[in-house]
């Protein structure tokens, strides 16, 4: 593989008297699916805002394909390739899943005014290609069900990331069928090249989906290790820090 | 994610057919039916009483234009009543010493001023809509009672009353040309641009739109500086057509205008709205409230009936939500 996409090094992030993550390093790189797991608090959504601009870092460095990137606010990480799906999809309920698909980066036609046609055009072709079952680019959000929410807000994210998406928790609250498609929908990504780092409690996703594994404890990086190359007695005594390596 | 097809496509079917969408058609409809019918010997039929209607509910239509901005970010805006009268005062107070250019200006900018401290105070102190306009509408409606010790003042020039009043374009009366111009704008940046767009979705999820980039404190700070100006258009109106300013103007309109936009189904939390909509709502109430004097119903009972209509408005509204 080439250069890392995403190059985290030494990252130390304080919350007032706090400190939520401290001596933090890890790569991420091009068709890479790495995992981030953790316990409740162990710092993990933290670090999904540093990525993506949301909390500045206290101190360290993030590079972007070899290039150091000041991350001052949300929009910051967009504009460096990197999306984001939020735990709670941060999708407009009311309107419909074209309008959430272009949320901040409408189109417009030559007269200034949006362009529906190539955002629904654009939508369906892509939500085409992920096999995101809607019933259609025009449905309102509200009227979908919560893996068709979560196919639109990966499809999102599929769309506007050249670099890298960060997915937090992304099955969390989906059933047996649809966390398999979600999980089918993430595998393919690897085929567009981009970086994914992924969040999630089940380590049955984790051995499946992941080429790497990083674990934090209590904010602090507790290790990385190649899937292939470790087993789940190994990580859960990592996460729990019942045994320490 | 497959299991879940059937019963969505069912589901989106019921909500594409939802009775809120066309409640404000069906109503207006009705109460038109029920009017000609009821007042057949009364002339309600008539094109002046028509044309009237319409020409009375011209400031009501302007302010309801804002208020589907406001209540689409998620907003509300209580002091529009009160921006009513004190643009119209101020304007007919700076269009007997400086004419008619300084008098729009000042009244307008007026309506703006207070818009933008409504908005200010929202976006950027975060202080909740309902209690910044709650408060402004009291301030300003003394403001509105102090500047001319509760005297009306007088609009003689006949430019300015031509233009925001009486007066006719192509045989067209100006307060119509208002009313289509303002809903006509209205509509487009409410459906077609970015903004709009960004206007619905803060209403619909503050966070999503500001994780999208959106900055939300400005889309507040604007929809209430465009109710604010709106509320000042229609002070003008009332100033033009009256001929006369008053720190009554506008008292009694916050309620209709709210059901008129509510009737028109733009959703009280926000997220989804009609700027078509409220045009019909604020005619069905001009309507009623004609049609109400039509039949020679008291002062209160008019009150009760319109005050059961917008319940059922809003019952309407709220049934919709909850879903
Ligand atoms: N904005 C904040 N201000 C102060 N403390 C914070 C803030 N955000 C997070 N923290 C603290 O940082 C620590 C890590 O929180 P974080 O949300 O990153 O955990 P997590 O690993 O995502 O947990 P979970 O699995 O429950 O989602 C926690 O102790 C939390 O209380
Ligand atoms: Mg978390």
Redesign the pocket.
Known sequence: MNAPILQLQDIR?N??G?T??ENFSLEVFPGEIVALV????????????IVSGV?PPSSGTIAIEGRPVMMSNATMGRAHGIEVVY?DLALADQQTVYMNMFLGREPLNRFGLLDRRRMIAETEKLVKELDVRIPSAHATIRDLSGGQRQGVAIARATHWASKLILL??PTAALGVAETAKVEEIVLSLKQRNVGILI?T?SLDQVFKLSDRICV?R??KQIGVRETKKTDKNEIIAMITGLQQQ | MTSANTDTEVGSFASRFNLQQYVVYLGFLAIFLFFAFMLRDSGFLTVRNLSNIVLQTAPVTIMAIGLVFVMSAGEIDLSIGSIVAVAALAAAVTIASYGMAAGIVVGLGAGILIGLINGALVAYVKLPSFLVTLATMGLFAGVSRSMTDLRSISVTNETFTGFFGSGSLLSVPSLIWWTVIAIAIGHLVYRETRFGAHVLATGDNARAASVSGISVPKIRLAVLTISGGLAGLAGLLYAGRLQAAKYTLGETDLMTVIAAVIVGGTLLNGGKGSIVGALVGSLMMGMLNNGLILMGLSVSDQMIVRGLIILTAVAVSLRDKSR
């Open positions: 992030k919350f007032g706090i939520a993550i953790g316990d409740n608090g162990a710092g993990k959504s933290t670090l999904v805002k909390h735990q937090d928790e969040i409690h934090l209590r904010g």
